[in-house]
């Protein structure tokens, strides 16, 4: 059972980039899938979370509008698509799922509601300026 995150790089302010998470050794289907990031000194924030059943999204504030959280069953595989990037999206990216399925703000942070069965191994992005 794992998830294996890729999509990572480097990309001038401005850029996209689309990070992947792969699942194995499990079906993703009825998983929150979330999406976390930890950038320097700081500490790990949740970026986005899907629910398992009817696919609703939650957001940070800072990347609402410019994020966007998707999965593929068919392929076991969920997705963060990340636009207009900005310097302060510098940050490790990892993925997650909770077999809870459910999402929630905590601390208008989007997390998934039982906590993470499984983690990822992150992925660095780096905007430059």
């Known amino acids: 059972v794992q998830l294996q995150a890729s999509g990572g790089g480097l990309v001038q302010a401005g850029g996209s980039l689309r990070l992947s998470c792969a699942a194995s050794?499990?079906?993703?289907?009825?998983?929150?899938i979330v999406w976390f990031r930890q950038a320097p000194g700081k500490e790990r924030e949740g970026v986005s979370c899907?629910?398992?059943?009817?696919?609703?999204?939650y957001y940070g504030d800072s990347v609402k509008g410019r994020f966007t959280i998707s999965r593929d069953n068919a392929k076991n595989t969920f997705y963060l698509q990340m636009n207009s990037l900005e310097p302060e999206d510098k940050a490790v990216y990892y993925c997650?799922?909770?077999?809870?399925?459910?999402?929630?703000?905590?601390?208008?942070?989007?997390?998934?509601?039982?906590?993470?069965?499984?983690w990822g191994k992150g992925t660095l992005v780096t905007v430059s300026s």
């Open positions: 050794g499990f079906s993703l289907d009825y998983y929150a």
């Open positions: 997650a799922t909770d077999s809870g399925g459910l999402c929630y703000y905590s601390d208008s942070l989007p997390t998934a509601n039982y906590g993470m069965d499984t």
């Open positions: 899907m629910t398992g059943s009817d696919g609703s999204t």
